[in-house]
C-alpha cells in the first residue's frame, strides 16, 4: 500500500481562479453541512468552546465597568484648596469665582472660615474646647471639581501642580493614594485575565485539536483513497481546516452572546443599588469592536489547532 502511494502521479493543470474560488466556497459550505449528520456532538463541542472563552471576555468586560466607574465618583474626585490666612472673605470669593472660570474646572465651591468652623464645631465633638478659642485658627477653604476624569492621573497632577504656584492657595489636598490601589488592582487584574486567555485559550486549542483528530479517525479510509487518486496535501486538510473554522467562529459567537446575556441578567438589579447611591450607572456590554475581535481570536484557535492535528496526521501517513 505504500509503495501504490509513493507511486501516485499527481495530474496538472492551469491555475483557474474560478475554479479555486468555487472549491473552496464547495468545501467551506460541505464542512458546515457535515455537522447536520451529528448536530449534537457539534453544539456540544461549540457549547465547551463558548463556555471556556466566555469566562475570560467576561472578565475584561468586568475590568471595563469598574474602569468606568472609577471615573464616576463625584467625592473623591473633589480637590479641596486652603487658602492662605491672609487671605479675607472677599477675596477668597474672587478667587472662588476665577477658578469657576477655568478651562479644566466645572464647578467651584466656597467654604468661609467661619462656616467651617461651625460644622467642626458641630461634628467634632469639641464644642466647648472650639468655643474657648480667641480666634478662628481655619482659613477660607475652595472645593473644586475638575473636569478630568479620575483614571488621568497625569493631568490631574498636572493641575494640582499649577494651583499650588498660586501664591494666595496655602495647601491643595487630593487623595490620590485610594486611586493608586485602585489603579494597581485593576492592573493586577488586567494581568491575570491576560493569563487566564492564554490557559484558556490553549484549551480550546486541545478541544477543536482533539475533536479533529477524532473526524480524521473516523474518515481514513476516505482519506486513504483520496491520497491514492492523487489528491494533494492541501486538498485534505481543506475540509478540516474550514471545521475548525466553524468550531472557533460558532464558539466565539456564543461566548459573546453569553457575556451580553449575563450583564444584561445583573444590569438591573445593579442599576437599582447604583440609584440608592444617587448615581446613574448601569453596566456596559460589550463592545462590538471587543466582540469582533473576540470572534476572530477564537477562529484563530480554531483554524491553528486543526492545521496542527492534520499536518501532525498526513506527516505520518507519508512516513
Known amino acids: 500500500m505504500a509503495s501504490r502511494r509513493q507511486n501516485v502521479q499527481r495530474p496538472t493543470s492551469l491555475f483557474s481562479l474560478r475554479a479555486y474560488v468555487l ?41 471595563n465597568n469598574l474602569q468606568s466607574l472609577s471615573g464616576q465618583i463625584d467625592l473623591n474626585n473633589n480637590i479641596s484648596l486652603f487658602l492662605d490666612q491672609s487671605v479675607n472673605l472677599e477675596q477668597a470669593s474672587k478667587l472662588s469665582q476665577a477658578l469657576h472660570e477655568h478651562d479644566q474646572i466645572t464647578q467651584s465651591l466656597l467654604i468661609s472660615k467661619q462656616a467651617a468652623l461651625e460644622e467642626f464645631q458641630q461634628y467634632s465633638g469639641f464644642g466647648s474646647a472650639i468655643s474657648a478659642l480667641a480666634s478662628n485658627p481655619l482659613p477660607h477653604v475652595i472645593q473644586i471639581t475638575p473636569i478630568i476624569q479620575l483614571n488621568n492621573r497625569e493631568a490631574l497632577e498636572a493641575l494640582v501642580n499649577e494651583l499650588k504656584q498660586r501664591a494666595d492657595i496655602e495647601l491643595v489636598q487630593l487623595d490620590m493614594g485610594w486611586l493608586d490601589r485602585l489603579n494597581g488592582i485593576l492592573n493586577i487584574a488586567q494581568r491575570g485575565v491576560s493569563i487566564i486567555t492564554v490557559l484558556l485559550g490553549f484549551a480550546v486549542l486541545l478541544i477543536v485539536s482533539n475533536t479533529i483528530r477524532l473526524e480524521l479517525q473516523h474518515r481514513r479510509d476516505e482519506i486513504d483513497i483520496t491520497r491514492l487518486v492523487g489528491a494533494t496535501r492541501s486538498f485534505i486538510m481543506r475540509p478540516f481546516i474550514y471545521s475548525g473554522f466553524w468550531y472557533g467562529f460558532l464558539g466565539g459567537i456564543f461566548a459573546c452572546l453569553l457575556v451580553n446575556l449575563s450583564v444584561w441578567l445583573i444590569d438591573g438589579p445593579t442599576s437599582s443599588l447604583s440609584a440608592l447611591y444617587n448615581s446613574s450607572f448601569s453596566l456596559s456590554f460589550m463592545p462590538l469592536g471587543h466582540a469582533i475581535l473576540w470572534v476572530i481570536f477564537s477562529i484563530s484557535l480554531g483554524i491553528i489547532g486543526s492545521w496542527l492535528v492534520v499536518s501532525r496526521y498526513l506527516s505520518e501517513l507519508e512516513n
Do not use: K
Open 23 to 63: 472549491i473552496h466556497l464547495h468545501t467551506f459550505f460541505a464542512s458546515l453541512g457535515r455537522f447536520s449528520r451529528a448536530p449534537f456532538n457539534f453544539m456540544m463541542t461549540v457549547s465547551v468552546i463558548a463556555i471556556t472563552l466566555s469566562l475570560p471576555s467576561g472578565l475584561l468586560v468586568s475590568i
